[in-house]
């Protein structure tokens, strides 16, 4: 069966090798130009090239010049996975027999940005990968199949990406057997159950210590590797342009115990080896990696006796920042 594959990640290279391994006629792979600020690109030149498929690098597909390139490969199959731009309705119809998107969420909850980060900032159990014919509307074409996730309280961004790499290639072995023997699965979804996930920016980090532990421990796992991180300002260490103190950037946490503690949001509560416990409401969170500035990132508790930094010392909270 022809397939063309629109992609710029890792989750899109994992589909296109079990293509490959069910036999499937990879005519080409359309991908972005390699940019800095993008957290989770991977390259896909090396697959093309070990597979004798066309390569192109575009920044938008939704041209008439593009449109003419896909449908040069005369695809019965185009997916369309990981690109973070819609497609309008000529592309879609390049196709002979589908249009085909995922989307870490279980549709028709969870449409819209960042699903990787909204999982577990919202501490979701579990999620969903979902196969899905593309329409003009973002995450709303029906059902292909969806592959259950289950989240547990030490995944972080990296550990769920992985997990949906991993559905991707379940998705693609259970389904695609079924569109080369001429069955087209699709199941409508139930827009009055549908729910929107907003676009985050890497400004959209900034942790209110004034937030449960359970939900401070979310905030950060949710926005840690590949993605810029959640932070917090200390004004202990040298100032920065604005005076708000310097930019301390938390990449991990121990899963809260549920014991309660008592103290200012934000305050430095103890130091446990490698550890680093701070108040928030009713609790402490312990952070296990930070980063100060631009520094190397260390285990938190390195923080006390290599930036002499000592216990009651408190990090800006966002509330009284924002105000």
Same mark, same amino acid.
């Given at each position: ?15 296109l ?8 006629? @990879? ?10 600020n993008?957290?989770?690109?991977t390259?896909?030149?090396?697959f ?13 597909l ?7 390139r ?16 819609? @497609? ?20 028709p ?9 909204w999982?577990?900032? &919202? ?62 699965p ?12 907003? &676009?985050?920016?890497?400004?959209h ?6 937030q449960?532990?359970? &939900?401070i ?7 840690s ?38 103290g ?58 924002i105000?």
């Amino acid at each position: 069966m022809r397939v063309v594959f629109v992609t710029r990640n890792d989750l899109g290279l994992a589909c296109l090798e079990e293509l490959v391994d069910l036999g499937a006629d @990879v005519r080409a792979v359309f991908t972005r130009p390699e940019r800095a600020n993008i957290s989770d690109q991977t390259d896909l030149s090396s697959f093309a090239e070990r597979h004798g498929v066309g390569y192109h690098e575009t920044e938008e597909l939704n041209t008439e010049e593009e449109c003419a390139r896909l449908a040069s490969y005369d695809p019965e199959l185009l997916f369309v996975v990981g690109w973070s731009r819609l @497609v309008d309705r000529e592309v879609i119809e390049t196709a002979s027999v589908a249009t085909l998107g995922m989307h870490p969420a279980p549709l028709p909850r969870g449409r819209g940005r960042a699903p990787i980060a909204w999982n577990l900032i &919202k501490g979701l159990d579990e999620t969903a990968l979902s196969f899905f014919h593309l329409v003009e509307e973002a995450d709303a074409g029906d059902l292909v199949g969806q592959h259950r996730i289950p989240i547990f309280p030490t995944d972080d961004a990296a550990s769920l990406y992985a997990k949906v790499v991993d559905a991707g290639r379940a998705l693609v072995r259970e389904h695609f057997p079924r569109f080369e023997s001429g069955e087209v699965p699709r199941t409508p979804q139930n827009d009055d159950e549908a729910t929107w996930w907003p &676009k985050r920016s890497p400004q959209h980090g900034l942790v209110d210590w004034n937030q449960s532990p359970g &939900k401070i421990h979310d905030w950060i796992r949710g926005q840690s590797r590949p993605y810029p991180g959640a932070f917090s300002h200390l004004p202990a260490l040298n100032h920065d342009a604005d005076g708000a103190g310097t930019l301390v950037t938390f990449w991990s946490t121990s899963p809260p115990s549920g014991e309660r503690a008592f103290g200012h949001p934000g305050e430095i509560a103890y130091r446990d080896g490698g550890r680093l416990g701070v108040y928030c409401f009713e609790g402490a969170l312990e952070l296990t990696e930070l980063q100060v500035g631009n520094d190397e990132p260390i285990p938190a508790g390195e923080l006390v006796e290599r930036y002499d930094v000592g216990l009651g010392v408190r990090f800006v909270n966002a509330r009284d920042q924002i105000n």
